[in-house]
């Protein structure tokens, strides 16, 4: 059974920074691709950055390029989101997910993940 626990989340002052983590357990690590997204209340959830597993092929989404960093320990099977310059913007719950596929779809394909964790929050106040 696919397991995905974010933690991390937490209250930082626009400009700062924070490191996430998605600890994944109960499949192949190295057969998925791994992914982070956010969501914003009254928001669509949206892809922030993805990296397929033992690779280092790489995809961010516009909004968060230069700023943030996805990285993974494959020695651990955990996922990293390493967030500088955090903005307002930022604010939302987000997201670890995973999906078995032999390479990863554009980050904005959310519906192709299959395998999602219950979420840490990011607030960025004003």
């Known amino acids: 059974q696919v397991q995905l626990q974010e933690s991390g989340g937490a209250s930082v002052q626009a400009g700062g920074s924070l490191r996430l983590s998605c600890a994944a357990s109960?499949?192949?690590?190295?057969?998925?691709?791994m992914g982070w997204f956010r969501q914003a209340p009254g928001k669509e959830r949206e892809g922030v950055a993805t990296?397929?597993?033992?690779?280092?092929?790489?995809d961010y989404a516009d909004s968060v390029k230069g700023r943030f960093t996805i990285s993974q320990d494959n020695t651990k099977n955990t996922l990293y989101l390493q967030m500088n310059s955090l903005k307002p913007e930022d604010t939302a719950m987000y997201y670890c997910?995973?999906?078995?596929?032999?390479?990863?779809?554009?980050?904005?394909?959310?519906?192709?993940?299959?395998?999602w964790g219950q979420g840490t929050q990011v607030t960025s106040p004003h």
């Open positions: 997910a995973a999906a078995r596929l032999p390479l990863c779809p554009p980050v904005r394909a959310v519906t192709a993940f299959e395998y």
């Open positions: 990296i397929y597993s033992g690779r280092r092929n790489t």
């Open positions: 109960g499949y192949t690590y190295s057969s998925y691709c």
